[in-house]
């Protein structure tokens, strides 16, 4: 008899301890960046020549394309830039005119395609 009894109450009990714990789950916080206002800082983040001089290697190659500073070391060491190693001559520089004029290439500037992928290496603005 005591057994049946024991099973009821199980029966009654863990199904209800169930709904309780269900319904009364502590709500997670959300994490605090989804919460909080993100206006992204019109200050976009300046460089100065000197800082650009400093990266001037193939292993860490910035460069100055009109007003725009660029870290291009994923091109510089992956070997993929359709033009070889001359790239490495606008490390650490303003290349806009080397960029511009590829004067150990066609001498012409790069295709648009070549252009818009430097979306991709954008870090920052030069100062004046
Ligand atoms: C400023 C230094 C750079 C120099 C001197 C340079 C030079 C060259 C040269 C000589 C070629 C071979 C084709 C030709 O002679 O016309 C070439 C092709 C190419 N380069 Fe560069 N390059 C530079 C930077 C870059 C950067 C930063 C990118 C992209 C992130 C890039 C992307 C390309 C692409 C996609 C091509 C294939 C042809 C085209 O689409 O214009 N280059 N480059």
């Known amino acids: 008899m005591k057994k049946i009894i024991v099973l009821i109450l ?8 169930l709904f ?3 319904n009364n789950a502590k709500v997670e916080e959300p994490a605090k960046e989804m919460v909080q206002e993100t206006t992204p800082s019109p200050v ?6 000197a800082d650009v001089e400093k990266h001037s290697t193939k292993e860490d190659c910035w460069l100055a394309i009109e007003g725009k500073v ?9 070997g993929k830039h359709p ?3 001359a790239i490495l001559e606008g ?6 005119v080397l960029f ?5 290439g066609s001498g012409t500037s790069h295709s648009d395609k070549a252009r818009s992928s430097l979306a991709n290496f954008i870090i920052g603005d030069l100062s004046k």
């Open 91 to 96: 490390c650490g520089k303003d290349a806009t």
């Open 20 to 22: 309780y714990q269900k």
């Open 100 to 104: 511009n004029t590829r004067p150990m």
């Open 70 to 78: 660029y870290d291009v070391t994923k091109v510089t060491t992956s």
């Open 44 to 49: 976009a983040t300046m460089y100065s020549i």
């Open 83 to 85: 033009g070889g190693e």
């Open 10 to 17: 199980l029966v009654a009990l863990v199904p209800a301890y």
